[in-house]
């Protein structure tokens, strides 16, 4: 089992907190199918899901919620603090709230464009 072998101490530790002994596995009280449920029924701030995913725990629906209030909550913020304002005098929209997988698109600039030129030239 590769997932074993790089995160066996996560593994082990998930399994100890839910009273099974990784132990069993070798002794055969325990079956690897019994322990495949087991690591895929963990949830997603187990200590197995934080070491997939380089020690940050796995967002949950409600996460995802609480970023969209946050979200919302900004942007009427903003509306409301530039609602008398002319289009030139307004400030900048506030950045989206940053969620795992989706990162901020930065926007190119002519000195970019130069080195992309510099670079794809034959």
């Known amino acids: 089992m590769p997932l074993l072998r790089e995160h066996g101490d996560a593994v082990e530790a998930d399994l100890a907190y839910r009273g099974f002994d990784l132990l069993d596995l070798w002794r055969g009280t325990l ?5 495949d449920i087991l690591i895929r029924g963990l949830p997603p701030d187990s200590a197995t899901r934080q070491s997939l995913n380089d020690g940050l725990p796995l967002w949950r629906q409600t996460d995802f919620i609480l970023a969209d209030l946050v979200d919302a909550t900004a942007y ?3 509306v409301i603090a530039n609602k008398d304002l002319e289009r030139h005098n307004r400030k900048p929209m506030p950045e989206p709230y940053p ?24």
């Open 99 to 122: 969620r795992p997988g989706l990162e901020v698109k930065k926007k190119i600039t002519a000195a970019d464009l130069a080195a992309f030129r510099a670079r794809t030239r034959r």
């Open 76 to 78: 009427e913020t903003w």
């Open 31 to 35: 079956s690897p199918r019994k322990v």
